[in-house]
């Protein structure tokens, strides 16, 4: 009897070590939830649903995203945070996931402990967008605006940590500059006011000002990458004024904390193929920069990002109300 219990033992051990290669090798076997949670429409979207289509293509499941919008993202995230840690339910965001719960009293899930990074994805430049009337047409015609100005500049911001937030304070800082950051609730109505006169600068990716620049509708005077963008070839970077000024929004796939390292990996190899598909092509052409890359880089990645975006929060001291 005591053999058969050593047995029945040992049997079990051996099954619990075979489980996560064995779910690797059958993963995925039904359809994957994809959480997005932000509302339809906007880059992330677009990137997440340009990706989920390829990982269905070459995974022969269906990866199907769920927009979950609320919170400045928490809502959406928490979510993913208290799935199962089976790869059926993988959160696809933006960095603001990362910096947006720096200024925040409380939030349900801590980044780093309760998430998996998975795959960093792509790298957004963000454009400095100024109102076309105003007589700024460069960095250094901006630092002679904000002086003369004397504070009373404003600057929007689509959400408080985004990105964009975070790179118009590392300007402000590296500038030596003076405005008044204007929060508001989401880019469509602070791209209104920058058309509309109300608002002097917005910084956000590219893409959100591209056609108002090709139009002529604002200025986008400098982007925020380390070289200038395929799809504003003009337009100067800002570090070409300010060395050694650079700042990105970027885009990543996540999981729930505990995912098995063997589907991390199959995940993050799926995640690099597509992005040597025509995806390639069509985000290049957006001023997207792809960042194909392991496991580990990402998470060197977002630790490195992470502690950048907390200096300039606590430095600008930034905080949600």
């Given at each position: 009897m005591r053999k058969d219990f050593l047995f029945r033992l040992l049997l079990s051990a051996v099954t619990a070590l075979a489980v996560p290669a064995a779910c690797a090798q059958s993963y995925p076997n039904k359809p994957v939830r994809v959480i997005i949670p932000f509302p339809p429409?906007?880059?992330?979207?677009?990137?997440?649903?340009?990706?989920?289509?390829?990982?269905?293509?070459?995974?022969?499941?269906?990866?199907?995203?769920?927009?979950?919008?609320?919170?400045?993202?928490i809502i959406?995230?928490?979510?993913?945070?208290?799935?199962?840690?089976?790869?059926?339910?993988?959160?696809?965001?933006?960095?603001?996931?990362?910096?947006a719960p720096m200024?925040?009293?409380?939030?349900?899930?801590?980044?780093?402990?309760?998430?998996?990074?998975?795959?960093?994805?792509?790298?957004a430049p963000l454009s400095v967008a100024i109102n076309k009337n105003l007589p700024v047409t460069d960095i250094k015609?901006?630092?002679?605006?904000?002086?003369?100005?004397?504070?009373?500049?404003?600057?929007?911001?689509?959400?408080i940590g985004s990105a964009g937030h975070l790179a118009t304070q590392l300007l402000k800082r590296s500038g030596n500059m003076k405005y008044?950051?204007?929060?508001?609730?989401?880019?469509?109505?602070?791209?209104?006011?920058?058309?509309?006169?109300?608002?002097?600068?917005?910084?956000?990716?590219?893409l959100g000002s591209?056609?108002?620049?090709?139009?002529?509708?604002?200025?986008?005077?400098?982007?925020?990458?380390?070289t200038r963008?395929?799809?504003?070839?003009?337009?100067?970077?800002?570090?070409?004024t300010l060395p050694g000024y650079e700042f990105y929004s970027w885009y990543g796939l996540w999981a729930p904390a505990k995912l098995p390292d063997d589907?991390?990996?199959?995940?993050?190899?799926?995640?690099?193929?597509?992005?040597?598909?025509?995806?390639?092509?069509?985000?290049?052409?957006?001023?997207?920069?792809?960042s194909p890359g392991t496991v580990a880089d990402f998470v060197k990645f977002q630790r490195d990002d992470m502690a950048k975006s907390q200096k300039i929060i606590t430095e600008g001291n930034i905080r949600v109300e």
């Open positions: 429409g906007g880059t992330l979207d677009a990137v997440g649903r340009m990706l989920a289509q390829k990982l269905s293509d070459q995974m022969g499941q269906q990866f199907v995203i769920e927009n979950k919008p609320g919170g400045n993202g959406g995230a928490d979510v993913v945070a208290k799935a199962p840690a089976d790869g059926y339910t993988l959160l696809f965001n933006a960095s603001t996931f990362t910096s200024t925040m009293k409380q939030v349900p899930y801590a980044v780093e402990k309760d998430f998996a990074p998975v795959a960093l994805v792509a790298k015609s901006l630092i002679a605006y904000a002086k003369a100005e004397q504070g009373n500049a404003t600057f929007a911001t689509g959400s008044t950051v204007v929060p508001y609730k989401g880019t469509a109505p602070a791209f209104q006011d920058l058309i509309g006169g109300q608002i002097a600068g917005f910084i956000d990716p590219i591209l056609q108002y620049h090709k139009n002529g509708m604002l200025r986008v005077i400098a982007v925020t990458s380390s963008t395929p799809n504003l070839p003009d337009v100067p970077t800002v570090s070409e589907l991390k990996q199959k995940l993050n190899a799926e995640v690099n193929k597509a992005l040597a598909t025509d995806m390639n092509e069509k985000l290049t052409q957006q001023g997207l920069i792809l």
